[in-house]
């Protein structure tokens, strides 16, 4: 039996916040675009970082000597959270109005004070940044485990919804950039982008454990599928799909899938080649997706003749890899064995991360590159060849690889 339709794709679904006796949130203005929403973030609204929270927990958690944590205050600042002040000046401004609209219920540190917009956002960048358990999360900044737990969600929460126009598919002009940018790198037009899927690993309860959340090398797993552009920056997402499931099942369980097969998306102008031939708008994906118009595969590896396409092939398809790798590395709670999730939050948890990810793209902040992780993101995991191939996917990429052969 299919599973149930994925409630995790973008955009995403309104989130319903609890509502308060006695108070009802404010609707905040949508933001017309990311970039609107990134120079708000100066605005009067920016009330900065909460120097009280950070003076302590730099003190407490400051380096000593063989230390991996950075001597410099600035650089440990984004070593701790994954963002520079700016950027995190700017996540507190998008969800500041639904962290302070609700009753603090308890949300207090150990001298009794309520804890701050700031330091709400800090603990739960700390615990998705590290991957460490609430407690020692909690003992970090002075409160406790529940405190971590509830401010974590909160965020989560508020996130979803408050930065959900950092991840979308783009409009026409940025597209158009994109494309540019695929061609101006790795000399394939008409690419919009790459596309990829990977395990987020977990222990179930006995009554909770079935075949479908079991995966190839047995481990009880969450899929995410993700497209991204030549910066690695997240366009497309769907995951709460069971680690059981084939990625060519995952692909066509997918909004994206349906959009494409109706011709509601990547359906730009066809770019001309010089043999009169045409190349159509497509994204790039490994040898376990299956061969479409719109979804070039690398040739069978017995292939010989066609490994000069491979190789501009699979350097394409390295930003979606990229994008994992950095995703993983960054927000590590994604890269450990997650304890007995609830797995109608988790995809929540893994979209968060996913945002967090484009927000620094967006905000012109950085990954610093030994953050990223030093292995494949689905360390372990195979590629199983996927054999669909559809006469006009086989046409294409026989188109691309004779513009590539004759463009050199």
Not at 94 to 106: C, T
Not at 182 to 189: T, V, Y
Not at 344 to 356: G, T
């Amino acid at each position: 039996m299919a599973p149930k339709k994925s409630k995790h794709e973008f955009a995403p679904k309104k989130i319903k916040l609890k509502k308060d006796s006695k108070m009802k949130l404010k609707k905040k203005k949508k933001t017309s675009s990311s970039s609107n929403a990134v120079a708000a973030a100066g605005g009067s609204e920016n009330r900065g970082v909460d120097s009280d929270w950070w003076n302590s927990f730099w003190e407490k958690n400051s380096p000593i000597s063989g230390s991996m944590v950075p001597q410099d205050e600035e650089e440990g600042f984004k070593y701790f959270f994954r963002v520079s002040k700016k950027t995190f000046e700017y996540i507190c401004s998008l969800v500041r109005e639904d962290l302070i609209s609700r009753p603090p219920s308890g949300l207090i540190n150990i001298e009794g004070r309520l804890l701050s917009v700031e330091k709400q956002v800090a603990i739960a960048l700390r615990r998705l940044a590290s991957g460490e358990s609430q407690v020692s999360v909690g003992a970090s900044f002075g409160v406790g485990q529940s405190t971590v737990s509830q401010v974590t969600w909160r965020f989560i929460e508020a996130m979803e919804e408050r930065g959900k126009h950092h991840l979308k598919w783009p409009e026409d002009d940025n597209l158009q950039k994109i494309k540019s940018e695929f061609e101006s790198s790795f000399n394939l037009p008409n690419c919009c982008g790459a596309i990829d899927a990977t395990h987020i690993v977990m222990t179930l309860p006995a009554v909770q454990t079935s075949d479908d959340w079991c995966d190839q090398i047995r481990n009880y797993s969450m899929l995410v599928q993700a497209i991204v552009d030549h910066k690695s920056r997240f366009l497309d997402l769907v995951t709460g799909w069971p680690g059981g499931m084939t990625i060519p099942k995952l692909l066509k369980f997918s909004g994206f899938y349906k959009l494409c097969e109706s011709g509601e998306r990547l359906n730009g102008n066809p770019r001309s080649i010089s043999d009169g031939s045409e190349i159509r708008e497509f994204i790039v994906g490994g040898s376990n997706y299956p061969l479409l118009p719109w979804l070039i595969t690398p040739y069978n590896e017995n292939e010989d003749e066609m490994s000069g396409f491979n190789r501009v092939h699979e350097s394409t398809r390295s930003v979606a890899v990229r994008a994992f790798s950095q995703l993983k590395g960054s927000w590590r709670i994604l890269n450990k064995v997650m304890w007995r999730p609830d797995k109608k939050k988790l995809p929540s948890i893994i979209v968060v991360c996913c945002l967090l990810h484009n927000i620094i793209i967006d905000c012109g902040d950085y990954i610093k590159p030994e953050v990223s992780l030093s292995c494949h993101h689905d360390l372990g995991y195979v590629e199983r060849w996927c054999k669909q191939v559809e006469p006009l996917g086989r046409k294409m990429r026989q188109n691309l690889a004779s513009y590539l052969e004759n463009s050199n």
